[in-house]
């Protein structure tokens, strides 16, 4: 069976960092990404990574702040998150896509989501 599992979500201070882990198991994948989804919006794009040639893509609102990564021996995508502010502050989702779509930013690319972790960057 597929499955994500993030971890590494927890509280800090603005200007703090943390590092979001997604294991992923059951299948490979063309690409993976994160998204995000703070209370009475829309999910939202943060990052994405192709496992062949490791290409990265971020929303202009993280660009210089987080960073996408992978481990391809593990399945494991991991998001490093510095400076980060209170905007931040959301549950973040880990996602797999099978399509080969260069879409990333779209919900709809993603096959396979995880359960999500909360983040939460206090002022």
């Known amino acids: 069976q597929v499955q994500l599992v993030e971890s590494g979500g927890g509280l800090v201070q603005a200007g703090g960092s943390l590092r979001l882990s997604c294991a992923a198991s059951?299948?490979?994948?063309?690409?993976m990404g994160w998204f995000r989804q703070a209370p009475g919006k829309e999910r939202e794009f943060v990052a994405a990574i192709r496992w062949s040639g490791g290409s990265t893509y971020y929303a202009d609102s993280v660009k210089g702040r987080f960073t996408i990564s992978r481990a391809n021996a593990k399945n494991t995508v991991y998001l490093q998150m510095n400076s980060l502010k209170p905007e931040d502050t959301a549950v973040y989702y880990c996602?797999?896509?099978?399509?080969?779509?260069?879409?990333?930013?779209?919900?709809?690319?993603?096959?396979?989501w995880g359960q999500g972790t909360q983040v939460t960057v206090s002022s």
């Open positions: 059951g299948r490979f994948f063309s690409s």
């Open positions: 996602a797999a896509s099978t399509t080969g779509s260069y879409a990333y930013r779209s919900p709809g690319t993603y096959d396979y």
